[in-house]
């Protein structure tokens, strides 16, 4: 038996009788096991560009405005199983009520793994610098130089890497049945251990450093000045990775036992 639906809070598995053809066969009753695991953060955006600075000062290239840093991944999920309650009166193969130790019966309830988060959004790319301003020639001589290009605009840094998800806990098992029953059920194979904790994401990459302004060319007796440089690297290229989780917890197993269970099935 197969329960696919991990959405809501808890799930009765009831039956009066609980029959068995063969008690000795595995008889399995789990979770949807093609679910591995809570669902994965989304990358971070990336950084803003840096506005191109056109235009000079003192002669010299505007330098380009820094691009901005990238968004942080989002953290992976975490996806909590259902509460599980099996409640049985009777526990039969064809000869009749099963003795203690011969039923194998699995209850596979094992959490779901952590998602894995996004990784942080690439840095924004630095604009581009002013050019230099043209040196003034006269008709004898340059009676002004013409000033260097600007420095482009320094590369954003990349995003920080979302936080991993948490292991999801195991289900917690809950057995309503008759002392008798009981007895069966406590020789079960139960694995509802929790789940892994998913990846942290990585730190985004930077961004491209914007192109320096172009310097004066020669202009008559006045000498062509230099280009301006590339915008720099960010010395740190990202803000860091995501935090990692911790695994689930293994879930509880609690056993109810009453005298009769035929008043829950409204006898």
């Not at 695991?37 to 989304?42: K, L, P, V, Y």
């Not at 942290?200 to 914007?210: A, E, K, L, N, V």
Request: glycine letters at 24%.
């Amino acid at each position: 038996m197969t329960l696919t639906n991990l959405d809501t809070p808890w799930i009765v598995v009831a039956a009066q009788r609980m029959k068995f053809a063969n008690p000795d066969a595995y008889s399995i009753i789990q979770r949807d096991i093609s679910k591995l695991s809570a669902a994965n953060g989304s990358p971070g955006a990336p950084g803003a560009t840096g506005a191109d600075h056109p235009g000079e000062t003192n002669r010299t290239g505007n330098p380009g405005y820094p691009g901005g840093p990238g968004g942080p991944g989002l953290a992976g999920s975490t996806k909590p199983l259902p509460d599980v309650y099996v409640v049985v009166s009777e526990l039969l193969d064809p000869r009749g009520p099963i003795p203690p130790g011969l039923l194998n019966v699995v209850f596979l309830f094992r959490g779901l793994d952590g998602g894995d988060s996004g990784n942080g959004g690439r840095g924004g790319n630095g604009g581009r610098a002013g050019n230099g301003k043209e040196g003034a020639t006269s008709l004898f001589d340059c009676k002004e130089g013409g000033g260097p290009g600007g420095v482009g605009g320094a590369a954003g840094a990349g995003g920080r890497g979302g936080d991993a998800g948490k292991g999801g806990d195991g289900a917690d098992l809950v057995f309503v049945t008759t002392k008798n029953s009981y007895d069966v059920l406590s020789f079960s194979r139960i694995n509802n251990v929790g789940g892994r904790a998913g990846l942290p994401g990585r730190g985004g990459d930077p961004g491209t450093p914007g192109p320096g302004g172009s310097g004066a060319g020669r202009n008559g007796y006045c000498r062509a000045t230099p280009d301006g440089p590339s915008g720099a690297y960010p010395k740190q290229i990202n803000l860091g990775p995501g935090s990692p989780a911790v695994e689930g917890q293994k879930g509880t197993v609690t056993a109810v036992i009453l005298s009769s269970v035929d008043p829950l099935f409204g006898q």
